[in-house]
C-alpha cells in the first residue's frame, strides 16, 4: 500500500526559456487502468479521482481531486515541499521536493502530434525507472522552468526544463497502473496567493512513502 501511495503521489506531481508563466487553474480528466489483480479500474478511480483542478502562481502549485485517497496538493517554492492531503491521515504529509525516488533513463521529443483544446502540442517521452511517462505542451500554455530548478520530485524539473510549458495531457504507465490525464478547460487569470497557503495550525508530518 505505501508503494501504491508514492505512485499516486508521484502520478499526481507529474501531472505540468524566461517567457512569463501561467497563472490560472486547468481541469483535467483523468483515466485509470489497473495492472494490479486486487484493484479495479474503478477503486483506482475513486481513491485518486476522475477530475483535478490544479491552479499555478509563480513557483507555486496546487492540485484538488475529487478522490476519496489524496485529496489536495500543495506545492509551496519556498520551502521546496510537497503537501499531500490524505484522507486516511489527520495530519498533511510532506515531501522534500529535492528529492527523487525515480530516475530518467532517457528522453524523445516529438513535434506537433497532437491538437488539445485547439492548441497543436508536441511530444516529450521519458522513460524512467519506474516506467513510461509522456507530456504533451505548448509553448501558448508557458512556464518559467527556472522557479522549478530545485524540485526534482516526481521528475519535475527535468519535464519543464525541456518544454517550458504546463502539459495539457499527460499519461503515466509503470508495474501497477497507466493513468491518462486530459485537459478539459484552461483558464488563466490572476490568483489569491492565500489558495497556495496550509491550513492555519495544522499538524505536518514527513511523508513516509
Not at 515541499?81 to 510532506?94: F, V
Amino acid at each position: 500500500m505505501k508503494k501504491l501511495i508514492l505512485s499516486l503521489s508521484l502520478a499526481i506531481t507529474c501531472l505540468i526559456a524566461s517567457a512569463q508563466s501561467f497563472e490560472g487553474k486547468i481541469t483535467y480528466s483523468n483515466t485509470i487502468k489497473s495492472k494490479l489483480p486486487n484493484v479495479s479500474d474503478a477503486q483506482f478511480t475513486t481513491m485518486m479521482g476522475s477530475i483535478q483542478n490544479y491552479y499555478v502562481k509563480g513557483g507555486d502549485y496546487r492540485s484538488d481531486l475529487n478522490g476519496t485517497l489524496l485529496q489536495w496538493q500543495l506545492y509551496i517554492n519556498a520551502d521546496n515541499k510537497l503537501y499531500n492531503k490524505m484522507s486516511n491521515s489527520e495530519a498533511i504529509l510532506w515531501n522534500d521536493g529535492a528529492v527523487n525516488a525515480d530516475e530518467v533513463i532517457s528522453t524523445e521529443l516529438h513535434k506537433a502530434v497532437v491538437d488539445i483544446l485547439g492548441y497543436k502540442c508536441d511530444e516529450l517521452v521519458l522513460t524512467c525507472k519506474s516506467g513510461v511517462q509522456k507530456y504533451y505542451f505548448t509553448s501558448k500554455v508557458p512556464v518559467d522552468s527556472k522557479l522549478y530548478v530545485n524540485h526534482k520530485f516526481g521528475n519535475w524539473y527535468t519535464i519543464l526544463s525541456k518544454t517550458n510549458a504546463m502539459p495539457l495531457k499527460m499519461t503515466i504507465d509503470n508495474a501497477q497502473f497507466y493513468i491518462e490525464s486530459t485537459a478539459t478547460e484552461i483558464k488563466p487569470g490572476k490568483l489569491d496567493a492565500a489558495l497556495f497557503a496550509l491550513p492555519a495550525g495544522v499538524a505536518l508530518q514527513k511523508s513516509p512513502y
